[in-house]
């Protein structure tokens, strides 16, 4: 399998990370390398394995339901880049 | 008392309960190693005024015996673990100025038994590397250099800077994580000792994640002893990790110097890869004989998935990072790139946030999840991995008890040598340590002698699940038996 | 989730609800995907608290903000909601189920996932049964209920150039309970999410409380001609109440019909219902084709529980409007339409028992339907807020019952009831309301009415029909204490009809 450059400016925009065109082609190349180096996965028998869902075998484990936590809107907000009111702002968003 | 910075962890331990040393004395030698050291560029961030704090809580609690297991011990902190009020970067511009409110479970752990914190370790951007190259803080350079050579070598990676401060002696013992190799390597390259416990052994929580279900936390230490008193304080139970383990943590020092008479050792057919050089299966042969000579049992052992390894993790680990590093997206804490509408605002954070390599992960692990191409990727590496971990569990079934491999297929090698070639030609690096990611198993690395150009190589145990402890009696035999190797002379001071 | 696959469609046409074109009459298809909001008191994967109004960020966790290194750990109760409507939907609980991440960006989504169910859903196929009319019964088949987090919410009106984002929501735990295709009408879907309203308020499982939008649905509609195979749909996003759900499948509907009418041809497409203008419209921020990338979440393990769990919630869960509706048809003797009006709320079917307890249940079902329920209605009260209790309305139903009292005198004491308060038996006996059953006493009037009005009885005679006019005599006379049914029978008696 290879991807083309359409592909690429696909992918890009679904991580929604900016690529320039010059940055096409090259990024085209890795991605191929990439899949041909996974390429021989293809021929493994994998028939009727299981995917891996936990790596440790063991049950999700559940958590009573109580409120011990939030009411901290000063230090949720304190990273953000752009914030008003504990409000975190951005670009406006149309729907 | 000529360097406090040559102690081992154990040593200062005791010599600090003893009140032979003050955490303060210790605490200051190495704060002026690490300022000594800054050509190596280990550190991102120094806490200086922080750690003398801490060690003089160290020494009121040494002083009124309620002092924990590492009271006054000073270590660094990979830069991957959250710590609050101390700017946290996973080595990445796009948290630069990140400041957590918060503390990751396993440093509250070892700031709870009284460790002291130095600063925070550079390392691959996002753990995303073997070398410390990708690092938007530059790469860190090894203590190590080739004999008679000046040229600037690599760490190995991702905790690069962890095991360069270590083996420098600018730190007693560092933390580290393991998502593709990334303790054990760099231990290997440094003549450090690097342990990779079970998944689950040790909390994620408030580690900022590459991939969740490969990611764990452990320690780098100069021996194998301090790797296990680190690894008591780091491990445990975590209510707020889902994947966290309930079981008991063992004193793990106690299996120092255990007898491995009788214990059976695996030697995987499958590792003895195309091109591997002459002096690594030396050093695999010298191995298995040093285990031989203190009353172990070796088999061949078949894993016949091995070679799949690699490359289903280039699918898993891309796939899963993909999704965890989508948070980073300028809008709640981190660089944000002004753009005219939110798309352009994220496609141009993003694009200038991340580096090179971790753009190139993120891109493969969008594409192998997209619409058409799940099963035939990520859902058959998952597959795959089933089958990886099944070849383990025979072995084990069998009565294997641990698995002796190479670390690394090679040294260390200079800093710029590998970064133009095909990125796969550096993805190689792990071909040894994914495989115990994919299946989740614990797996140390220690020094195990000099290569000829007289770099450190190391070897790596592969455990039972949650067998630690046989992993650190094994070790310790070819520790003990190893010849002894030394940095060579203070360069970087 | 994809509705409308052909072969799901087991409905057979009813012409009365084809809708007429310009060319002909059509056929709406329509499945919901019904978000309801889970009663916990905190949040799906943190201890955040899910109370509303809160002020900005402030029932947001360090998870709910995805902080950096920041992990997912499930409430236990929010998966026994899960179950317990499952449960309710008489569908299919399943023992093992998984979590995945559906990933998209978006300023309110602050993971750049939505943790949610999409391979392996904890609850499968069900049905509802739902009264569209007193007449009309149809069975509404679900799909799947899966659990999921809510995401946060964005202000737009604060600011020409900014959105302003609250993570209060972020987290909350949703089901999504989807139907297959199997709702034909406006009037059908209202009814549909009525029911399902209704079935959640009994379980405790969502409050339906659509002011706080703890209930919202996704509309999928499609047209087609009679017989034909189903068209191309369209999803109208997050509407918001019950009433909007109806109007947004009936604009959308015609909306459709027009353009193949016109010999378009329908877009596939995410659309939003603007309640002002009574129309739906293309999502503006379209973007590519959405591409989910779903996959098994990593830091969560497969949700397990046996037989035993189950079993344990089924044990506890409530008496459910169906087989308390059927209860009350069989043990009261209700009509269908009378019952199902009681039960769907608890609280009023917990009130006519209460009335109906010791007296004549038809007449307590009359008296809490209709002048109750009236009244309620007209001043904006609920049950809860009822000015007349049930022990008091339950007075005035064995003061009609035992022929104490009148039927317009039991208003004229609901009225006092329901303004002053106090027992209606004292009041009656207070003020003299007590019916006349003293046959003398009637007599005397109703002799007095036959002597005053010799026309009228002959009028009477040769149409009986005129027998009211003179029962309404004798009840004015009698300030409507009189028996109305001892008048009747004396009346007929004296006039010989
Ligand atoms: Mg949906
Ligand atoms: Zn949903």
Same mark, same amino acid.
């Given at each position: ?95 | ?103 990751s479970t396993v440093t509250s752990q070892l ?383 | ?29 329509c499945g919901l995907e019904v978000h309801a ?143 297959? !295709? %199997?709702?034909?009408?406006? =009037?059908?879907?209202? @009814?549909? *999410?009525?029911? #399902? $309203?209704?079935?959640?308020?009994? +379980? ?93 979440? !990593? %830091?969560?393990?497969?949700? =397990?529980?046996?037989? @035993?769990? *189950?079993?344990? #919630? $089924?044990?506890?869960?409530?008496? +459910? ?109 207070? $003020? ?11 007599e005397a009037a109703v002799n007095a009415i ?48």
């Amino acid at each position: 399998m290879s991807v083309d450059q359409a592909t690429v400016r696909k992918i890009a925009h679904l991580a929604r990370i900016a690529v320039s065109e010059a940055e096409i082609p090259h990024l085209q190349n890795e991605l191929n390398s990439m899949l041909h180096f996974v390429e021989a996965l293809a021929s493994v028998d994998v028939e009727g394995v299981e995917p891996m869902t936990s790596v440790m075998p063991m049950a999700l484990r559940i958590r009573a339901d109580v409120v011990n936590d939030g009411e901290m809107a000063a230090l949720v907000t304190r990273n953000a880049p752009q914030s008003e009111d504990h409000f975190f702002l951005v670009p406006k968003v149309v729907e | 008392m000529t360097d406090l910075t040559h102690m081992t962890l154990a040593e200062a331990r005791d010599a600090l309960v003893a009140k032979k040393i003050s955490a303060r004395e210790l605490t200051s030698a190495h704060i002026g190693a690490v300022e000594a050291a800054r050509a190596l560029n280990a550190f991102i961030v120094e806490t200086p005024e922080q750690a003398l704090a801490m060690a003089d809580a160290a020494d009121q609690r040494l002083g009124n015996g309620t002092h924990g297991p590492l009271e006054g011990i000073p270590l660094g902190i990979k830069d991957l673990y959250c710590t609050k009020d101390v700017q946290t970067t996973a080595g990445s511009h796009i948290l630069e100025g990140f400041v957590p409110t918060y503390e990751s479970t396993v440093t509250s752990q070892l700031w709870r038994d009284g460790a002291v914190m130095l600063g925070k370790l550079n390392l691959d951007e996002f753990a995303m590397g073997s070398s410390n190259e990708t690092s938007h803080f530059g790469a860190v350079k090894s203590p190590w250099r080739r004999a008679g050579s000046n040229a600037a070598l690599v760490p190995g990676g991702s905790s690069g800077g962890s095991a360069a401060a270590v083996a420098a002696h600018l730190c007693l013992g560092a933390t580290a994580t393991d998502t593709g190799g990334s303790i054990r390597q760099p231990a290997a390259f440094t003549g450090t000792v690097g342990i990779k416990p079970t998944y689950g052994r040790c909390s994620r929580w408030g580690i900022v994640a590459f991939a969740s279900s490969l990611d764990q936390a452990g320690p780098i230490a100069r021996n194998v002893r301090d790797s296990a008193i680190l690894m008591r304080s780091m491990a445990g139970f975590d209510p707020k990790d889902s994947t966290s383990v309930d079981r008991p943590v063992p004193n793990y020092e106690e299996a120092i110097g255990q007898s491995i008479k009788g214990k059976t050792i695996g030697i995987p057919k499958e590792y003895r890869v195309d091109g591997m050089s002459p002096e690594i299966e030396a050093l695999w042969q010298q191995g298995i004989a040093w285990l031989r000579d203190a009353g172990a049992k070796i088999v061949d052992i078949s894993l016949p998935n091995t070679r799949h390894a690699l490359p289903a993790y280039y699918i898993v680990a891309p796939a899963e990072a993909s999704s965890n590093l989508a948070r980073y997206d300028g809008v709640r804490y981190g660089l944000r790139e002004q753009g005219r509408d939110i798309v352009e605002m994220y496609e141009k954070t993003r694009a200038a946030g991340f580096g090179k390599e971790v753009r190139r992960r993120i891109m493969i692990g969008t594409y192998v999840l997209s619409a058409g191409y799940y099963d035939a990727y990520y859902l058959r590496a998952q597959k795959i991995r089933t089958l990886i971990k099944r070849d383990f569990e025979n072995a084990y079934a069998a009565g294997v008890d641990a698995i002796l491999t190479p670390a690394t297929p090679s040294a260390a090698f200079g800093i710029g040598e590998k970064v133009s070639a095909d990125p796969i030609e550096m993805y190689l690096n792990d071909v040894f340590t994914v495989t115990v990611n994919m299946a989740g198993l614990p797996g140390i690395a220690v020094p195990a002698g000099l290569s000829s150009e007289g770099l450190p190589l190391g070897l790596q145990l592969i455990g039972r699940p949650f067998d630690e402890e046989g992993l650190f009696s094994m070790a310790s035999v070819i520790e003990q038996s190893a010849p002894k190797t030394s940095l060579p002379q203070n360069w970087w001071a | 989730m994809t509705l409308h696959d052909t072969s799901l469609d087991i409905r057979a046409m009813d012409p009365k609800k084809l809708i007429a074109g310009a060319t002909g009459n059509w056929e709406i298809i329509c499945g919901l995907e019904v978000h309801a909001q889970v009663t916990s008191k905190s949040k799906l994967f943190s201890g955040a608290s899910t109370a509303f109004g809160a002020e900005p960020n402030s029932h947001v966790s360090l998870v709910d903000a995805a902080m950096p290194g920041m992990l997912p750990v499930i409430n236990g109760e929010c998966v026994a909601q899960a179950v317990r409507t499952g449960l309710g939907l008489n569908a299919q609980i399943n023992h093992r189920s998984t979590f995945d991440r559906k990933n998209y960006f978006y300023p309110d989504l602050p993971q750049g996932y939505q943790i949610s169910q999409f391979k392996s859903p904890i609850v499968g196929e069900g049905e509802v049964i739902v009264d569209v009319t007193a007449a009309e019964q149809i069975i509404v088949r679900i799909e799947r209920l899966h659990l999921e987090q809510d995401a946060g919410k964005s202000l737009h009106d604060q600011s020409p150039n900014l959105s302003f984002v609250d993570l209060n929501r972020s987290g909350v735990a949703l089901m999504e309970i989807v139907s297959k !295709p %199997d709702i034909r009408s406006a =009037e059908e879907a209202r @009814a549909y *999410v009525t029911k #399902l $309203r209704t079935i959640m308020r009994y +379980l405790g499982t969502c409050d339906g409380n659509m002011e706080e939008g703890s209930l919202r649905a996704d509309v999928n509609v499609s047209v087609r001609r009679p017989g034909e195979p189903l068209g191309t749909r369209c999803e109208i996003k997050n509407v918001n109440s019950i009433r909007f759900i109806g109007q947004a499948i009936e604009v959308e509907a015609r909306r459709q019909i027009e353009i193949l009418e016109d010999g378009g041809k329908i877009d596939q497409e995410t659309r939003l219902f603007d309640p002002g203008r009574g129309e739906t419209r293309a999502m503006r921020s379209k973007e590519e084709a959405h591409d989910y990338r779903y996959f098994p979440d !990593p %830091d969560l393990l497969p949700l =397990e529980f046996d037989d @035993a769990f *189950v079993e344990g #919630l $089924r044990a506890g869960l409530p008496e +459910l409007p169906d087989m308390k509706k059927a209860r009350f048809m069989r043990d009261y003797g209700l009509a269908s339409y009378d019952a199902g009006v009681l039960v769907a709320e608890r609280e009023s079917a917990d009130y006519f028992e209460a009335v109906a307890d010791g007296h004549d249940a038809k007449t307590a079902a009359n008296w809490v339907i209709n002048e109750l329920f009236g009244r309620l209605n007209k001043e904006g009260k609920t049950i809860a807020t009822s000015p007349v209790k049930a022990e008091q309305l339950g007075a005035i139903v064995e003061m009609i019952s035992s022929s104490e009292i009148s039927g317009k005198i039991a208003k004229d004491l609901f009225e006092i009831v329901w303004t002053e308060g106090g027992d209606p038996r004292q009041i009656v006996a207070d $003020r003299g309301m007590t019916q006349v059953t003293d046959s003398g006493a009637i007599e005397a009037a109703v002799n007095a009415i036959i002597e005053a009005n010799p026309d009228k009885v002959a009028q009477a005679i040769a149409k009986p029909t005129m027998l009211g006019w003179f029962v309404g005599q004798v009840m004015k006379q009698t300030g409507g204490k009189a028996n109305p049914q001892a008048v009747n029978d004396l009346l007929k008696a004296k006039l010989g009809i």
